[in-house]
Protein backbone atom coordinates (compact mmCIF):
# COMPACT_ATOMS: atom_id res chain seq x y z
CA UNK A 1 0.00 0.00 0.00
CA UNK A 2 1.21 3.28 -1.00
CA UNK A 3 2.57 5.48 1.95
CA UNK A 4 0.15 8.31 2.64
CA UNK A 5 1.34 11.86 2.39
CA UNK A 6 3.45 13.11 5.66
CA UNK A 7 0.98 16.50 5.58
CA UNK A 8 -1.68 13.99 5.47
CA UNK A 9 -1.67 12.18 9.13
CA UNK A 10 0.31 15.40 10.42
CA UNK A 11 -0.96 18.47 13.33
CA UNK A 12 0.33 21.86 12.64
CA UNK A 13 1.63 23.73 14.80
CA UNK A 14 1.28 27.16 13.85
CA UNK A 15 3.96 30.02 15.54
CA UNK A 16 4.05 33.68 15.32
CA UNK A 17 7.34 34.19 15.43
CA UNK A 18 7.62 37.59 17.11
CA UNK A 19 5.76 35.64 20.21
CA UNK A 20 7.30 32.78 20.99
CA UNK A 21 10.65 33.20 22.42
CA UNK A 22 13.30 35.97 22.30
CA UNK A 23 16.74 34.69 22.74
CA UNK A 24 18.90 38.12 22.11
CA UNK A 25 17.35 40.04 24.40
CA UNK A 26 15.18 42.40 22.12
CA UNK A 27 11.61 41.80 23.06
CA UNK A 28 10.66 40.21 19.98
CA UNK A 29 11.08 36.18 19.23
CA UNK A 30 13.35 35.12 16.51
CA UNK A 31 14.50 32.20 15.06
CA UNK A 32 17.19 30.97 18.09
CA UNK A 33 14.26 31.79 20.19
CA UNK A 34 12.35 28.70 18.32
CA UNK A 35 14.90 26.61 18.08
CA UNK A 36 15.35 26.97 21.83
CA UNK A 37 11.67 25.28 22.37
CA UNK A 38 11.77 22.99 19.47
CA UNK A 39 11.82 19.71 22.33
CA UNK A 40 8.87 21.08 23.64
CA UNK A 41 6.91 20.91 20.63
CA UNK A 42 8.40 16.93 20.24
CA UNK A 43 6.95 16.62 23.49
CA UNK A 44 3.70 18.41 22.97
CA UNK A 45 3.84 16.02 19.67
CA UNK A 46 3.08 17.90 17.27
CA UNK A 47 4.01 16.82 13.43
CA UNK A 48 5.15 20.83 11.58
CA UNK A 49 5.59 23.88 12.79
CA UNK A 50 3.85 26.83 10.20
CA UNK A 51 6.19 29.95 10.73
CA UNK A 52 4.84 33.50 9.83
CA UNK A 53 6.54 35.50 7.77
CA UNK A 54 10.01 36.21 8.91
CA UNK A 55 11.19 37.91 5.81
CA UNK A 56 12.70 41.32 5.68
CA UNK A 57 10.21 43.43 6.32
CA UNK A 58 9.29 47.20 7.41
CA UNK A 59 6.88 45.50 9.72
CA UNK A 60 4.07 47.61 9.00
CA UNK A 61 2.12 44.49 8.94
CA UNK A 62 4.77 42.64 11.23
CA UNK A 63 6.07 40.59 8.30
CA UNK A 64 3.18 40.56 6.07
CA UNK A 65 4.52 43.39 3.78
CA UNK A 66 7.96 41.42 2.80
CA UNK A 67 10.56 43.58 1.24
CA UNK A 68 12.71 40.66 0.23
CA UNK A 69 11.42 37.20 -0.85
CA UNK A 70 14.69 35.57 -0.35
CA UNK A 71 16.03 36.48 2.89
CA UNK A 72 15.19 36.76 6.85
CA UNK A 73 14.58 39.91 8.48
CA UNK A 74 17.39 40.72 11.06
CA UNK A 75 14.87 40.94 13.85
CA UNK A 76 14.81 36.96 13.37
CA UNK A 77 17.76 36.20 13.09
CA UNK A 78 20.14 35.27 9.49
CA UNK A 79 20.10 32.83 7.20
CA UNK A 80 22.21 30.73 8.83
CA UNK A 81 20.02 30.44 11.71
CA UNK A 82 17.24 29.85 9.27
CA UNK A 83 19.18 27.20 8.26
CA UNK A 84 20.05 26.15 11.21
CA UNK A 85 16.67 26.20 12.65
CA UNK A 86 15.33 24.15 9.60
CA UNK A 87 18.19 21.36 10.43
CA UNK A 88 17.07 21.48 13.97
CA UNK A 89 13.55 20.90 12.96
CA UNK A 90 14.12 18.03 10.68
CA UNK A 91 16.93 16.42 12.88
CA UNK A 92 13.78 16.18 15.33
CA UNK A 93 11.52 14.30 12.31
CA UNK A 94 9.24 17.60 12.62
CA UNK A 95 8.18 19.69 8.99
CA UNK A 96 8.37 23.52 8.24
CA UNK A 97 5.97 25.43 6.39
CA UNK A 98 6.97 29.16 5.63
CA UNK A 99 4.23 31.18 5.24
CA UNK A 100 4.24 33.02 1.14
CA UNK A 101 2.47 36.43 0.69
CA UNK A 102 1.30 36.70 -3.22
CA UNK A 103 -0.63 39.16 -3.07
CA UNK A 104 1.49 42.01 -1.98
CA UNK A 105 4.99 43.11 -1.00
CA UNK A 106 6.12 46.17 0.90
CA UNK A 107 6.10 49.70 -0.37
CA UNK A 108 9.73 48.99 -0.02
CA UNK A 109 10.36 45.90 -1.81
CA UNK A 110 13.16 47.43 -4.76
CA UNK A 111 10.11 46.19 -7.16
CA UNK A 112 7.82 48.60 -6.12
CA UNK A 113 10.38 51.03 -6.21
CA UNK A 114 11.48 50.70 -9.61
CA UNK A 115 7.68 50.42 -10.79
CA UNK A 116 6.26 53.69 -8.81
CA UNK A 117 9.66 55.41 -9.91
CA UNK A 118 8.28 55.88 -13.84
CA UNK A 119 5.24 55.01 -16.46
CA UNK A 120 8.02 53.68 -18.46
CA UNK A 121 10.17 51.93 -15.86
CA UNK A 122 10.11 47.62 -17.16
CA UNK A 123 8.25 47.06 -13.99
CA UNK A 124 5.31 49.13 -13.83
CA UNK A 125 2.72 46.34 -14.50
CA UNK A 126 4.40 44.50 -11.94
CA UNK A 127 1.64 45.94 -9.93
CA UNK A 128 -1.79 47.30 -10.88
CA UNK A 129 -1.92 50.96 -11.88
CA UNK A 130 -4.67 53.33 -13.16
CA UNK A 131 -5.81 56.57 -13.61
CA UNK A 132 -8.74 56.15 -12.18
CA UNK A 133 -9.54 54.08 -9.00
CA UNK A 134 -12.69 51.48 -8.35
CA UNK A 135 -14.76 51.57 -5.19
CA UNK A 136 -12.59 49.05 -3.90
CA UNK A 137 -11.98 48.90 -0.39
CA UNK A 138 -9.00 48.31 1.59
CA UNK A 139 -9.64 45.29 4.66
CA UNK A 140 -7.82 47.82 6.64
CA UNK A 141 -10.30 50.37 5.88
CA UNK A 142 -10.54 53.39 3.34
CA UNK A 143 -9.93 53.07 -0.32
CA UNK A 144 -8.37 50.18 -1.73
CA UNK A 145 -6.52 52.95 -4.11
CA UNK A 146 -3.63 55.25 -3.22
CA UNK A 147 -2.59 57.97 -5.36
CA UNK A 148 1.10 58.33 -6.03
CA UNK A 149 2.32 62.04 -7.08
CA UNK A 150 5.20 61.17 -8.73
CA UNK A 151 4.12 59.05 -11.59
CA UNK A 152 0.01 60.88 -10.58
CA UNK A 153 -1.62 57.52 -11.09
CA UNK A 154 -3.42 55.14 -8.37
CA UNK A 155 -2.31 51.87 -7.28
CA UNK A 156 -3.64 48.95 -5.75
CA UNK A 157 -3.74 47.80 -2.36
CA UNK A 158 -5.88 45.03 -0.78
CA UNK A 159 -4.74 45.78 2.80
CA UNK A 160 -2.38 48.89 3.85
CA UNK A 161 -1.24 51.24 1.50
CA UNK A 162 2.00 50.04 2.31
CA UNK A 163 0.87 46.55 0.58
CA UNK A 164 0.81 47.47 -2.90
CA UNK A 165 -0.97 44.71 -4.81
CA UNK A 166 1.32 42.85 -6.71
CA UNK A 167 -0.01 41.57 -11.19
CA UNK A 168 -0.18 38.35 -11.39
CA UNK A 169 -0.97 38.62 -14.79
CA UNK A 170 2.49 39.57 -15.66
CA UNK A 171 4.49 36.80 -16.28
CA UNK A 172 7.40 37.97 -15.06
CA UNK A 173 5.90 38.64 -11.64
CA UNK A 174 4.86 34.48 -11.84
CA UNK A 175 8.45 33.94 -13.12
CA UNK A 176 9.85 35.57 -10.07
CA UNK A 177 7.44 34.97 -7.57
CA UNK A 178 7.72 31.09 -8.46
CA UNK A 179 12.00 31.07 -8.27
CA UNK A 180 10.96 32.19 -4.71
CA UNK A 181 9.19 29.32 -4.08
CA UNK A 182 12.00 27.23 -5.67
CA UNK A 183 14.72 28.82 -3.36
CA UNK A 184 12.81 27.69 0.13
CA UNK A 185 11.83 24.43 -0.97
CA UNK A 186 15.34 24.15 -2.77
CA UNK A 187 16.51 24.96 1.30
CA UNK A 188 14.52 21.90 2.23
CA UNK A 189 11.21 24.27 3.43
CA UNK A 190 8.41 21.31 3.38
CA UNK A 191 5.52 23.56 1.79
CA UNK A 192 4.24 26.88 1.92
CA UNK A 193 0.57 28.46 3.67
CA UNK A 194 -0.19 30.77 1.35
CA UNK A 195 -1.40 34.19 2.40
CA UNK A 196 -4.66 35.60 0.78
CA UNK A 197 -4.87 32.88 -1.84
CA UNK A 198 -8.42 34.08 -2.91
CA UNK A 199 -7.06 37.34 -3.19
CA UNK A 200 -4.66 37.56 -6.05
CA UNK A 201 -6.31 37.85 -9.40
CA UNK A 202 -8.78 40.79 -9.75
CA UNK A 203 -11.30 41.47 -12.47
CA UNK A 204 -9.01 42.71 -15.31
CA UNK A 205 -11.82 45.43 -15.99
CA UNK A 206 -11.29 46.17 -12.31
CA UNK A 207 -15.35 46.73 -12.18
CA UNK A 208 -16.75 48.58 -9.11
CA UNK A 209 -18.00 46.51 -6.32
CA UNK A 210 -21.66 46.38 -5.50
CA UNK A 211 -22.99 47.36 -2.32
CA UNK A 212 -23.62 44.73 0.71
CA UNK A 213 -26.98 44.73 1.35
CA UNK A 214 -26.30 43.14 4.72
CA UNK A 215 -23.98 45.64 5.93
CA UNK A 216 -24.47 47.53 9.28
CA UNK A 217 -23.10 50.44 10.99
CA UNK A 218 -20.46 49.04 13.20
CA UNK A 219 -19.03 47.01 11.16
CA UNK A 220 -15.72 47.59 8.86
CA UNK A 221 -15.80 50.08 6.56
CA UNK A 222 -15.01 47.25 4.08
CA UNK A 223 -17.78 45.02 4.50
CA UNK A 224 -19.63 48.18 3.06
CA UNK A 225 -19.21 46.35 -0.33
CA UNK A 226 -19.53 42.76 -1.58
CA UNK A 227 -15.72 41.95 -2.96
CA UNK A 228 -17.46 40.02 -6.27
CA UNK A 229 -14.64 41.70 -8.58
CA UNK A 230 -12.19 42.13 -6.23
CA UNK A 231 -11.32 38.36 -4.73
CA UNK A 232 -12.65 34.56 -5.57
CA UNK A 233 -12.19 35.45 -9.59
CA UNK A 234 -12.28 32.45 -11.66
CA UNK A 235 -8.76 32.78 -13.15
CA UNK A 236 -7.01 32.48 -9.63
CA UNK A 237 -7.32 28.77 -9.97
CA UNK A 238 -4.95 28.36 -12.88
CA UNK A 239 -2.50 30.16 -10.72
CA UNK A 240 -3.43 28.26 -7.65
CA UNK A 241 -2.43 25.21 -10.35
CA UNK A 242 0.76 26.95 -11.31
CA UNK A 243 1.62 27.19 -7.96
CA UNK A 244 0.96 24.06 -6.92
CA UNK A 245 2.97 22.65 -9.50
CA UNK A 246 5.90 24.52 -8.74
CA UNK A 247 5.65 22.87 -5.04
CA UNK A 248 5.26 19.14 -6.80
CA UNK A 249 8.96 19.77 -8.29
CA UNK A 250 9.82 18.95 -5.45
CA UNK A 251 9.20 15.54 -3.80
CA UNK A 252 7.04 15.41 -0.20
CA UNK A 253 5.96 19.01 0.08
CA UNK A 254 2.80 20.66 0.73
CA UNK A 255 0.79 23.79 -0.55
CA UNK A 256 -2.28 25.16 1.94
CA UNK A 257 -4.09 28.32 0.94
CA UNK A 258 -5.67 30.40 3.62
CA UNK A 259 -9.26 31.25 2.28
CA UNK A 260 -11.86 33.18 4.01
CA UNK A 261 -15.31 31.80 1.45
CA UNK A 262 -18.30 29.77 1.88
CA UNK A 263 -17.69 26.17 1.85
CA UNK A 264 -19.09 25.66 -1.09
CA UNK A 265 -16.34 28.41 -3.04
CA UNK A 266 -13.58 27.07 -1.01
CA UNK A 267 -13.75 23.68 -1.94
CA UNK A 268 -13.24 24.88 -5.44
CA UNK A 269 -9.20 25.40 -4.30
CA UNK A 270 -8.74 22.10 -4.26
CA UNK A 271 -8.50 22.77 -7.74
CA UNK A 272 -9.42 20.53 -11.15
CA UNK A 273 -8.31 16.93 -10.84
CA UNK A 274 -7.36 18.13 -7.21
CA UNK A 275 -4.23 19.96 -8.29
CA UNK A 276 -5.03 23.05 -6.41
CA UNK A 277 -4.05 23.65 -2.80
CA UNK A 278 -3.44 20.33 -1.32
CA UNK A 279 -5.29 22.14 1.93
CA UNK A 280 -7.56 24.89 1.56
CA UNK A 281 -7.93 26.00 4.88
CA UNK A 282 -11.09 25.14 6.60
CA UNK A 283 -12.07 27.86 9.18
CA UNK A 284 -15.50 26.89 9.80
CA UNK A 285 -14.56 26.09 13.72
CA UNK A 286 -13.53 29.53 14.16
CA UNK A 287 -16.66 31.02 12.54
CA UNK A 288 -19.66 29.10 13.55
CA UNK A 289 -21.88 29.75 16.97
CA UNK A 290 -20.40 26.91 19.63
CA UNK A 291 -23.02 24.82 19.94
CA UNK A 292 -23.56 21.28 19.46
CA UNK A 293 -26.21 21.53 16.52
CA UNK A 294 -24.34 24.27 14.64
CA UNK A 295 -20.61 22.56 15.10
CA UNK A 296 -23.07 19.51 13.76
CA UNK A 297 -24.27 21.38 10.78
CA UNK A 298 -20.50 22.68 9.91
CA UNK A 299 -19.28 18.95 10.28
CA UNK A 300 -21.86 17.31 7.83
CA UNK A 301 -21.65 20.75 5.38
CA UNK A 302 -17.97 20.48 4.98
CA UNK A 303 -17.55 16.88 4.80
CA UNK A 304 -20.60 16.46 2.55
CA UNK A 305 -19.19 19.26 0.14
CA UNK A 306 -15.46 18.16 0.50
CA UNK A 307 -14.92 16.71 -3.64
CA UNK A 308 -14.11 13.36 -4.06
CA UNK A 309 -10.41 12.30 -3.08
CA UNK A 310 -9.85 15.52 -1.32
CA UNK A 311 -8.39 15.73 2.13
CA UNK A 312 -10.09 17.37 4.73
CA UNK A 313 -8.59 19.66 7.20
CA UNK A 314 -9.58 21.63 10.47
CA UNK A 315 -8.25 24.90 12.39
CA UNK A 316 -8.91 26.27 15.61
CA UNK A 317 -7.43 28.87 15.73
CA UNK A 318 -4.64 31.88 14.13
CA UNK A 319 -2.90 35.09 14.12
CA UNK A 320 -5.84 36.86 12.74
CA UNK A 321 -8.82 35.52 15.17
CA UNK A 322 -9.72 35.46 18.61
CA UNK A 323 -8.51 33.15 21.00
CA UNK A 324 -10.78 30.11 21.45
CA UNK A 325 -10.55 29.80 25.19
CA UNK A 326 -11.73 33.67 25.19
CA UNK A 327 -14.19 32.78 22.39
CA UNK A 328 -15.66 29.75 24.56
CA UNK A 329 -14.37 29.91 28.07
CA UNK A 330 -11.86 27.84 29.64
CA UNK A 331 -13.89 24.91 30.26
CA UNK A 332 -15.34 24.59 26.32
CA UNK A 333 -11.50 25.10 25.28
CA UNK A 334 -11.20 21.76 26.18
CA UNK A 335 -13.80 20.31 24.71
CA UNK A 336 -12.57 22.28 21.54
CA UNK A 337 -9.13 20.43 21.73
CA UNK A 338 -10.92 17.15 21.87
CA UNK A 339 -13.18 18.58 18.73
CA UNK A 340 -9.96 19.41 16.81
CA UNK A 341 -8.04 16.02 17.98
CA UNK A 342 -10.75 13.90 17.01
CA UNK A 343 -12.13 15.06 13.64
CA UNK A 344 -10.57 13.93 10.38
CA UNK A 345 -7.63 14.62 8.31
CA UNK A 346 -4.69 17.24 8.77
CA UNK A 347 -5.09 19.94 11.75
CA UNK A 348 -3.51 22.93 12.56
CA UNK A 349 -3.84 24.48 16.12
CA UNK A 350 -1.85 28.19 16.76
CA UNK A 351 0.92 28.44 19.67
CA UNK A 352 -0.82 28.95 23.03
CA UNK A 353 -3.63 27.24 22.23
CA UNK A 354 -1.85 23.76 24.09
CA UNK A 355 -2.19 26.39 27.80
CA UNK A 356 -5.53 27.80 27.04
CA UNK A 357 -4.18 31.14 26.32
CA UNK A 358 -6.91 33.80 26.28
CA UNK A 359 -7.25 37.01 24.16
CA UNK A 360 -5.12 39.71 26.65
CA UNK A 361 -6.64 43.30 26.90
CA UNK A 362 -4.69 45.75 25.20
CA UNK A 363 -4.52 49.41 26.00
CA UNK A 364 -4.84 52.12 23.43
CA UNK A 365 -1.12 53.56 23.82
CA UNK A 366 -0.60 49.63 23.56
CA UNK A 367 -1.62 48.97 20.23
CA UNK A 368 0.69 47.84 17.26
CA UNK A 369 -1.83 45.83 15.08
CA UNK A 370 -2.22 48.53 11.97
CA UNK A 371 -6.01 46.64 11.21
CA UNK A 372 -6.97 48.30 14.82
CA UNK A 373 -5.58 51.54 14.30
CA UNK A 374 -6.69 52.56 11.45
CA UNK A 375 -10.16 51.48 12.41
CA UNK A 376 -10.33 51.49 15.95
CA UNK A 377 -12.57 49.84 18.03
CA UNK A 378 -14.52 47.75 15.36
CA UNK A 379 -13.01 44.53 17.14
CA UNK A 380 -10.11 44.03 14.49
CA UNK A 381 -7.37 44.59 16.05
CA UNK A 382 -5.06 41.64 16.13
CA UNK A 383 -2.40 41.97 18.96
CA UNK A 384 -5.02 40.39 21.54
CA UNK A 385 -4.04 37.03 20.38
CA UNK A 386 -0.60 37.86 19.22
CA UNK A 387 0.53 37.98 22.82
CA UNK A 388 3.92 36.28 24.28
CA UNK A 389 3.91 32.93 25.02
CA UNK A 390 4.06 32.02 28.76
CA UNK A 391 7.01 29.63 29.54
CA UNK A 392 7.32 30.22 33.12
CA UNK A 393 6.67 32.09 36.06
CA UNK A 394 9.60 34.40 36.23
CA UNK A 395 9.42 38.24 35.12
CA UNK A 396 8.29 38.30 31.35
CA UNK A 397 7.45 34.67 31.83
CA UNK A 398 10.63 33.31 29.88
CA UNK A 399 9.48 34.46 27.07
CA UNK A 400 12.36 37.19 26.82
CA UNK A 401 14.92 39.08 29.15
CA UNK A 402 13.62 42.83 27.68
CA UNK A 403 10.53 44.61 27.52
CA UNK A 404 8.34 42.29 25.31
CA UNK A 405 6.74 44.18 22.07
CA UNK A 406 3.07 42.64 23.31
CA UNK A 407 1.91 42.52 27.21
CA UNK A 408 2.08 39.24 28.67
CA UNK A 409 -1.64 37.93 29.93
CA UNK A 410 -1.64 39.12 33.55
CA UNK A 411 -2.46 35.20 33.85
CA UNK A 412 0.91 33.86 33.66
CA UNK A 413 1.92 33.08 36.87
CA UNK A 414 -0.42 30.76 36.91
CA UNK A 415 -1.10 29.98 33.43
CA UNK A 416 2.44 28.57 31.99
CA UNK A 417 4.02 25.93 30.10
CA UNK A 418 6.00 25.25 33.72
CA UNK A 419 2.95 25.19 35.63
CA UNK A 420 0.89 23.25 33.44
CA UNK A 421 3.24 20.52 32.78
CA UNK A 422 3.44 20.40 37.02
CA UNK A 423 -0.41 19.69 36.96
CA UNK A 424 -1.83 16.25 35.31
CA UNK A 425 -5.25 17.58 34.41
CA UNK A 426 -4.18 20.82 33.18
CA UNK A 427 -5.23 21.31 29.37
CA UNK A 428 -1.45 21.23 28.28
CA UNK A 429 -1.90 17.26 29.15
CA UNK A 430 -5.01 16.62 27.68
CA UNK A 431 -3.48 18.00 24.73
CA UNK A 432 -0.83 15.91 24.94
CA UNK A 433 -2.58 12.95 25.68
CA UNK A 434 -4.93 14.14 22.72
CA UNK A 435 -2.61 14.13 20.25
CA UNK A 436 -1.15 11.17 21.11
CA UNK A 437 -3.99 9.24 20.71
CA UNK A 438 -4.60 10.38 17.07
CA UNK A 439 -0.81 9.21 16.70
CA UNK A 440 -1.54 5.78 18.21
CA UNK A 441 -4.63 5.03 16.34
CA UNK A 442 -4.71 6.37 12.55
CA UNK A 443 -8.22 6.03 12.40
CA UNK A 444 -8.74 9.14 13.85
CA UNK A 445 -6.64 10.89 11.42
CA UNK A 446 -8.53 8.78 7.80
CA UNK A 447 -11.70 6.79 8.77
CA UNK A 448 -14.99 8.14 7.85
CA UNK A 449 -16.84 10.66 10.07
CA UNK A 450 -19.96 8.90 10.75
CA UNK A 451 -23.69 9.70 11.97
CA UNK A 452 -22.92 13.29 13.58
CA UNK A 453 -25.87 14.08 15.54
CA UNK A 454 -26.91 17.09 18.18
CA UNK A 455 -29.18 16.40 21.06
CA UNK A 456 -29.23 17.82 24.54
CA UNK A 457 -26.09 19.94 23.85
CA UNK A 458 -24.32 16.85 23.36
CA UNK A 459 -22.34 16.70 19.92
CA UNK A 460 -21.83 12.89 19.18
CA UNK A 461 -20.23 11.34 16.76
CA UNK A 462 -18.37 8.10 15.54
CA UNK A 463 -15.19 7.69 13.90
CA UNK A 464 -15.42 4.11 11.97
CA UNK A 465 -12.40 2.22 10.40
CA UNK A 466 -10.16 -1.01 12.03
CA UNK A 467 -11.41 0.41 15.06
CA UNK A 468 -14.77 2.02 16.56
CA UNK A 469 -14.46 5.06 18.36
CA UNK A 470 -17.88 7.48 19.85
CA UNK A 471 -16.99 10.62 20.36
CA UNK A 472 -19.40 12.71 22.86
CA UNK A 473 -18.81 16.26 23.58
CA UNK A 474 -21.08 18.00 26.08
CA UNK A 475 -21.07 21.12 24.51
CA UNK A 476 -23.65 22.56 27.18
CA UNK A 477 -22.94 23.71 31.40
CA UNK A 478 -25.64 20.73 32.15
CA UNK A 479 -24.84 17.57 32.71
CA UNK A 480 -26.61 15.04 30.48
CA UNK A 481 -27.41 11.08 30.75
CA UNK A 482 -26.54 9.79 27.43
CA UNK A 483 -27.21 6.34 25.49
CA UNK A 484 -24.05 4.33 24.51
CA UNK A 485 -22.93 0.63 23.69
CA UNK A 486 -20.05 -0.79 25.20
CA UNK A 487 -16.62 0.28 25.18
CA UNK A 488 -13.75 1.97 27.14
CA UNK A 489 -13.01 5.56 28.08
CA UNK A 490 -9.91 6.40 26.38
CA UNK A 491 -9.89 10.22 27.02
CA UNK A 492 -12.15 12.48 28.67
CA UNK A 493 -11.65 16.01 28.85
CA UNK A 494 -11.57 16.36 32.92
CA UNK A 495 -8.46 13.51 32.60
CA UNK A 496 -9.94 11.56 35.23
CA UNK A 497 -12.36 8.76 33.82
CA UNK A 498 -9.28 7.14 31.77
CA UNK A 499 -9.81 2.70 30.74
CA UNK A 500 -13.45 3.13 32.67
CA UNK A 501 -15.56 0.45 31.47
CA UNK A 502 -18.71 1.86 30.11
CA UNK A 503 -21.92 0.50 29.09
CA UNK A 504 -25.86 1.50 27.97
CA UNK A 505 -25.58 5.06 29.21
CA UNK A 506 -23.11 7.36 30.01
CA UNK A 507 -23.29 10.44 32.64
CA UNK A 508 -21.88 13.63 31.32
CA UNK A 509 -20.63 16.30 33.39
CA UNK A 510 -21.10 19.74 31.90
CA UNK A 511 -18.15 20.45 29.53
CA UNK A 512 -17.09 16.87 29.51
CA UNK A 513 -15.98 15.21 26.32
CA UNK A 514 -15.05 11.62 26.01
CA UNK A 515 -13.32 9.39 23.55
CA UNK A 516 -14.78 5.98 23.82
CA UNK A 517 -13.82 2.73 21.93
CA UNK A 518 -16.29 1.08 21.28
CA UNK A 519 -16.43 -2.89 21.42
CA UNK A 520 -17.05 -4.47 17.79
CA UNK A 521 -19.47 -6.45 19.22
CA UNK A 522 -21.70 -3.32 20.42
CA UNK A 523 -21.49 -1.49 16.92
CA UNK A 524 -24.43 -3.15 15.72
CA UNK A 525 -26.66 -1.10 18.66
CA UNK A 526 -25.58 2.30 17.55
C1 LIG B 1 -3.57 37.48 5.91
C2 LIG B 1 -2.73 37.38 7.15
C3 LIG B 1 -2.89 38.64 7.94
C4 LIG B 1 -2.39 39.79 7.10
C5 LIG B 1 -3.10 39.84 5.76
C6 LIG B 1 -2.38 40.73 4.79
O1 LIG B 1 -4.91 37.51 6.18
O2 LIG B 1 -3.06 36.23 7.86
O3 LIG B 1 -2.23 38.59 9.16
O4 LIG B 1 -2.56 41.00 7.77
O5 LIG B 1 -3.17 38.59 5.15
O6 LIG B 1 -1.20 40.12 4.37
Known amino acids: MQKSPWWQHSVIYEIYPRSFQDSNGDGIGDLNGIVARLDYLVKLGVDAVWISPIYPSPMADFGYDVADYCGIDPIFGTMDDFKHLLAEV ?24 ESRSSRMNPK ?3 YLWRDQPSNWLS ?31 NPDVKAAMFDALRFWLGLGVDGFRVDVMWLMIKDDQFRDNPPNPGYRLGQPSNNRLLPVYSSDRPEVHQLVAAMRAVVDEFPDRVLIGEIYLPVQQLMTYYGAGLKGANLPFNFQLLQCAWSAEAVAQVITGY ?23 TRVGPSQARVAAMLLLT ?14 MTNVPIAPEQVQDPAEKNEPGLGQGRDPERTPMP ?33 QDSILHLYRRLIGLRRSHPTLVKAKLDVVTADSGVLRFQRVGEEHFLVLLNMSHNPVQVEIGQG ?10 EAQQVKDSLHL ?5 VVIQLDQSTEKLL
Open 90 to 113: HSRGLRMILDFVPNHTSDYHPWFI
Open 124 to 126: RDW
Open 139 to 169: NFGGSAWEFDETTRQYYLHSFLKQQPDLNWR
Open 303 to 325: EGALPIGAWPNWVLGNHDQPRMA
Open 343 to 356: LPGTLTMYYGEELG
Open 391 to 423: WDDSHCAGFTAASPWLPIGDDYASLNVEALEQN
Open 488 to 497: TILVCTYLDR
Open 509 to 513: RAAEG
